[in-house]
């Protein structure tokens, strides 16, 4: 059985040119994400894992070599809005209810109104916040805000969803449970999720695919293809296979100084 | 409510400083008149002619409350001397001067944000146009525009056919309206545009990745976004387009309105006309920036983004 190639980054470079000097962000970046992958890209901070994401999403534009998304260039995949992408904070518009949250890409984008409520009503039960489509984001609680941008990420059906450390600011508990309801969604919906982490448990525990990149320049240290099954309760954890995974997680981090001052 | 305390020990240490410093100032007077007629003037004699002057310096609260009263409820509506006839002069300048004010702040705030040439020309203009002292701006408007005939809200045909007559405030009202809308919309445009930049990068990084265009990006993030800096700006140039009504009778003729009340007054020598005039147009400045207040609180709550 082949898979797609859905992102395609070849010889990818970004420099940011900063009044303090060039800062070379991303440098020879080479990864093939197949459709259906769970792709976790870890690294230390200021190794390019956001950067590379937002290329990817055509919100930065490489300085050289190219990034390919379902066939097109970025730019014309976020004209054609292939793909939701979540912040790590949930930036929910506080004038709207959480309905009228995850209706505003759908409504940028024209759906009909019928099919509207249909979508919401979809995504609503998918991250398991049925019920709380007339509440306002404050009423709700940081680990339900974040579930609701999930929900606003996945309204218009886009075959990718890009996540930038999406429950970096949750506490541990809200966090594995999020974790389990992500994975649950991602094999009911069967989307292409790229994760951006820095979390090594949560990096191993997610993905099919784990990207290591190391800063100074931003590369991609090591890419673990993840030997684990598809279905995993919380426990997994604790075997032995997910800790070697880790620890190979580890020495690539190791051996891209990412431990060193 | 818990405001009532603080605000009623204030209001009374500020009676009681009013009330002394009538003493002292109208004093003078009195001690002249005594002098003149070589008499001797005892302290009580002194407090009770200092606080029931005909003309004093500085009038006791009591005095302008009665000439509040007289002028008020005891005066036909109509009459030229009630201060309900001349208030009302004064409100309808103001309010048609701070929609005008408003509506072309905002339509200014929306070009400077969206408009990169108008990003970098209109706010120097802006500027220089506020510190041109109104009082010198304000005859030039009204002169200008009773020469090309733009006085009146209604001409007076168009307000006898609809009312039968002419309203005594629709006499030379636009030129009062444009110069109360020149004091007001200056903070609306400095307010609007700091609201309409407001948004994070992060919340228009979101709408880029939903390809939306910049009317979408205008009409569902940075104008609700807005909002709190709208009714801040609001505040300040309703204030401003009274100041604007005011200063704008000072030239205006026919002579209506509470800042031609109080120019009447100062020819007169009618200290206490001034007086109830000022109190009358500060009371009105209060209750509507109050009522933007109210309006305010009540929207944000709505919006979600109340503090």
Redesign the interface.
Known sequence: MTTETVIKAENLDLTFHTNDGDVHALKDINLDIQKGDFVSFIGPSGCGKTTFLRTIASLETPTAGSVCVNGMSAEEARKNRAYGYVFQAAGLYPWRTIRGNIRLPLEIMGFPKKEQEDHISKVLDLVDLRGFGKKFPWQLSGGMQQRASIARALAFDAEILLMDEPFGALDEIVRDHLNEQLLQLWDRTNKTICFVTHSIPEAVYLSTKIVVMSPRPGRISDVIESTLPRERPLDIRDTQEFLDIAHRVREGLRAGHAYDE | MRNFFPVITVVAAIMVIWYGASVWMNSKWVYDQAARAGEEVSFSELIKDTWSQDRPVLPAPHQIVAELYKSTVQKKITSKRSLVFHGWITLSATLLGFIFGTGMGILLAIGIVHNRAMDMSVMPWAIASQTVPIIAIAPMIVVVMSTIGATDFLGKDAATALFGYQPAFMQGLLPKAVIAAYLSFFPVVVGMVKGLRSPDN??L????????SKS?TFW??RL?SSTPYLFTSLKIGMAGALVGAIVSELSASPLRGLGARMLTGSYYGQTIQIWAALFAAAAMAATLVGIIGMIERYSLK????AR
Not at chain 2, 205 to 212: F, I, M, P, Q, S
Not at chain 2, 302 to 305: A, N, V, Y
């Open positions: 992060m919340q990084d979101l709408l880029k990745t939903y390809n939306a979408r569902s993030l609700p709505r919006m979600g983004m």
